[in-house]
């Protein structure tokens, strides 16, 4: 009882209390700012009070004292219209009757979204788990009886504001890769191998001073030699592989030199512990494997974490398909399973699955994800349709041609996946370096052995044994971690501001860049129309206007609602697919839409080109409503940026010529190229590259994907089509184009920084190598030299994490 | 000096211990949600709206 009468004290003095009153300009549920008419509301829509309703029927109103909202995700606000997607063809049932889903959430924005989410779907009748993996944002539901159930409680999860997507656990990777976790283990063993044999180590080398006798040394040898073997065999693993993996093709890679160094040493200090010798080098071996792997785990989980992020899913082939048999009966199917010739229903507000061809119906799809276009365009019966797009406003009956991997969607995947062939022999600058390396080292060692067995005269073990050492001392330490550490700490920071770096070598490839190309739609611009002020149009009509378009899930009539938020709309409003709204009243009908449904004649055009709804009354002239895709706020100052420090800024656009030149124009673009198809994209950058010039291209649609690939490196907004993020190698978050900025800067001080690891990793092999040379390398010297020469690395490393970049 | 020829077998022992410790959480999937666990424990599960629970 009692908690029952806080509860609703709480909830009730919710709107009220202190803390509201600084707040009672945003909306309660998703935070947006308000305007006049809706702060007495406090709800900034409908479906914001339906989903603060929901949380305080639930009893969990302290979700909005504890939630921390991130500006730069989109806020929970529910999706208005029809979100009914089906999900059951997604529902796995365990053996004892009971269903799972898993799921992919999308606008997580802290703990206590997760807690929301988790404690609404647990109060639900028998739901028997729902828990949320916070770092890969994916949702675990399972719950007993029908199947169905699904979107019962997936629409629960969608009306507080999150948007979520169910994928094929089979298919994803897991948030730790088995890869990650392979590095982890090796980086545990080796390092219980290494803390303990430097434990023996030091009493070897105290004992070199306090007069130890070699019988109590070869026993702590013997035990060094017991832990630090086994473990060199596990640890040394990852880098045996990728070394043999690199000879059997003929090439040399950084983990020969390491894998021969560890065995080498390892090998050595074992016959010297048998031959009862003075030096043995097991702590050099295992710290250096130690060392390596902290390295190796940092950089591929910096990395994974990044893929998990950009690799948000199937979204386009996930919506199973309604199916129309001919009995009529109708039944879900998976897109996989779908033939051609079947009838297949879309509803309005789905996802269509399959390229095909229109029996049935009139509707406007949303073309944006394959063709980059913004505004829908019109399809009728005859109409091709494909898999991907959306059907926005009226019901379809669609015949398939196409399904799986005959769509145009499978046909860009491949088209992709042929551009990323080109680029897959870059050399890292690393791989380079070991080239040059590994026979330099490897001749040293041999002119050692050379000079002191013939030359001076020495016994070929002790001429072995001075070889040897040439090979543990230049052991690649420090040129090892050279880049590592610099992608870590690179990566680090740049995933602080929202950029996220997927390809291990995009950092280096982008600081050569001297070329950006920009996809126009959603890239430069941010890709959802805006309405064009007109003081001409009387207050009165718009609002009217803007009521009327508060029916339609259309992107203009969305548009126009949008600029006039406080606009009633009117119960009655009918809308006629592909063609426009009507509102019959007393006075006579109210017409919103295409410029044939309102009755206007065609007339030369005097206003310009561009998207356009009209508008009319009875008695009153039609309206005109213009609107156009606002580039995103910083993009002009970006291109300008990007100009002055000499680099070439182009842009690439599937739109109509006037349209792309007018927002080229605007941010200050002078070379752009409109109607580009995505064959027409790719073209284009490889003919960059094969005029020598190095491109990164910046685009988010479907369309662009294959660009992306083709392109010397890529970025991508993280509202992209899964897809183009999937191809890109950086991906961004946020509203602002600067990233591009700040990548390319990080970028290019990371390559400074690399390029002086890699000097001082030699200046460190030019003392060290002599010494060893001419016989006086002992394990001490060897691990000190070791070490410090790494922290040296790491250390030089760590500058980039505060340096401020400067941009000229 | 015959001391060391428990005390190294036991300081490994201990070491392997720890280290077979680390092996079982990881496996165990402790290290799949690091973020999740760290911030759920803010919540309370069984209190909603803060409210102390029933006597």
């Known amino acids: 009882m009692t908690a029952q009468v806080i509860k609703r004290q709480n909830a009730s003095s919710f709107p009220g209390d202190a803390a509201g009153a600084q707040v009672a300009a945003l909306c309660w549920h998703c935070g947006a700012l308000l305007d006049s008419k809706s702060t007495q509301t406090g709800f900034c829509c409908g479906g914001c009070e339906a989903a603060f309703g929901i949380v305080q029927k639930l009893g969990l109103t302290t979700y909005y004292r504890k939630r921390v909202l991130d500006p730069k995700l989109h806020p929970p606000k529910p999706e208005p219209g029809p979100g009914t997607e089906d999900f059951s063809a997604f529902v796995a049932t365990d053996p004892d009757g009971s269903h799972r889903i898993h799921l992919m959430v999308e606008g997580l924005h802290c703990a206590a979204c997760v807690w929301l989410i988790e404690t609404a779907l647990a109060q639900q009748p028998n739901v028997t788990a729902a828990r949320i993996n916070m770092t890969t944002r994916r949702l675990v539901l399972g719950w007993a009886g029908a199947p169905e159930r699904v979107n019962e409680l997936t629409g629960l999860v969608s009306s507080l504001g999150y948007r979520v997507v169910p994928y094929d656990p089979a298919q994803l990777s897991r948030a730790m890769s088995a890869r990650d976790r392979e590095l982890l283990l090796a980086m545990a063993v080796a390092g219980f191998a290494a803390g303990n044999v430097m434990l023996l180590s030091i009493s070897v080398w105290a004992g070199f001073g306090e007069g130890m006798g070699p019988v109590t040394r070869e026993l702590l040898y013997w035990f060094s030699a017991l832990i630090a073997l086994p473990a060199i065999a596990y640890a040394g693993w990852p880098f045996f592989r990728s070394a043999l993996g690199a000879l059997a093709h003929g090439r040399a890679n950084m983990d020969v030199p390491i894998s021969l160094a560890v065995i080498i040493a390892a090998g050595m200090s074992v016959y010297e512990t048998a031959t009862g010798g003075r030096y043995a080098y097991f702590d050099a071996a295992v710290t250096l494997l130690f060392f390596l792997l902290i390295g190796r785990y940092l950089d591929s989980r910096a990395r994974s974490l990044a893929r998990s992020a950009g690799e948000r899913l199937v979204a386009l082939t996930a919506t199973a398909a309604t199916v129309e048999e001919p009995s009529g009966a109708r039944r879900l199917l998976p897109p996989a399973s779908l033939k051609s010739g079947m009838i297949v229903i879309a509803a309005p507000g789905q996802r269509i699955a399959i390229d095909g061809r229109i029996r049935e119906g009139t509707s406007d799809v949303d073309t944006s994800l394959i063709t980059g276009e913004t505004i829908p365009a019109r399809v009728q019966p005859g109409s091709r349709v494909f898999a991907g797009t959306l059907n926005l406003t009226g019901m379809l009956r669609i015949e398939v041609s196409g399904a799986g991997e005959a769509t145009l969607l499978a046909e860009i995947v491949r088209l992709m996946e042929a551009a990323e062939q080109g680029r897959a022999h870059y050399v890292a600058l690393a791989d380079k370096v070991a080239r040059a390396y590994v026979p330099a080292v490897h001749g040293l060692a041999a002119a050692t052995f050379l000079v002191w067995f013939f030359a001076l005269g020495a016994p070929w073990q002790a001429s072995l044994l001075n070889a040897v050492a040439v090979l543990i001392v230049t052991c690649p330490c420090a040129l090892a971690l050279a880049v590592p550490v610099v992608q870590v700490v690179a990566s680090g920071r740049l995933l602080r501001r929202g950029i996220l770096l997927k390809s291990a070598t995009a950092l280096e490839r982008l600081s050569d860049i001297d070329t950006v190309v920009f996809d126009k739609t959603g890239t430069l611009t941010e890709g959802t129309p805006v309405l064009h002020p007109d003081p001409a149009i009387p207050r009165s009509a718009l609002m009217a206007a803007a009521g009327l378009a508060g029916a339609s899930a259309h992107p203009l009539a969305r548009a126009l609602h949008r600029a006039v938020p406080q606009a009633k709309t009117p119960a009655g409003v009918i809308e006629v697919p592909g063609f426009g709204l009507k509102l019959i009243t007393a006075r006579g009908d109210l017409r919103l839409g295409s410029r044939r449904w309102c009755g206007v004649a065609e007339v030369p055009d005097a206003g310009g080109e561009g998207p356009e709804l009209w508008f009319v009354e009875p008695g009153a002239p039609p309206i005109r409503f213009r609107f156009f895709d606002a580039p995103r706020s910083d993009a002009a100052e970006v291109v300008a940026a990007l100009m002055r420090s000499g680099i070439a800024v182009e842009m690439l656009s599937g739109d109509r010529r006037e349209t792309a030149g007018e927002v080229a124009r605007n941010v200050g673009i002078q070379r752009f190229a409109a109607e580009c198809a995505p064959a027409g994209k790719t073209a284009r950058l490889q003919a960059l590259a094969a005029s020598g010039r190095r491109a990164m291209m910046v685009g988010d649609g479907l369309n662009d994907a294959p660009a992306l690939a083709a392109a010397h490196v890529s970025m991508s907004p993280s509202a992209a089509a899964d897809i183009s993020r999937n191809a890109a190698d950086v991906v961004f978050q946020g509203a602002a184009l600067s990233p591009v900025l700040e990548t390319i800067g990080v970028a290019r001080g990371a390559q400074r920084l690399v390029k002086q690891n890699f000097a001082l990793a030699l200046l460190y092999n030019a003392v060290t190598v002599p010494l060893a040379m001419a016989g006086f390398m002992t394990p001490l010297v060897a691990a000190i030299a070791m070490s410090s020469s790494s922290l040296l690395v790491t250390g030089n490393a760590l500058r980039l994490a505060r340096r401020r970049i400067s941009w000229t | ?55």
């Open chain 2, 1 to 55: 000096m015959d001391v060391i020829l428990y005390l190294i077998p036991a300081a490994l022992f201990l070491g392997l211990l720890g280290l077979a410790a680390f092996l079982w959480a990881l496996k165990s999937g402790q290290f799949e949600d690091l973020d999740g666990a760290a911030r759920r424990i803010l919540f309370d599960d069984d209190t909603p709206d803060g409210a102390p629970p029933e006597k």
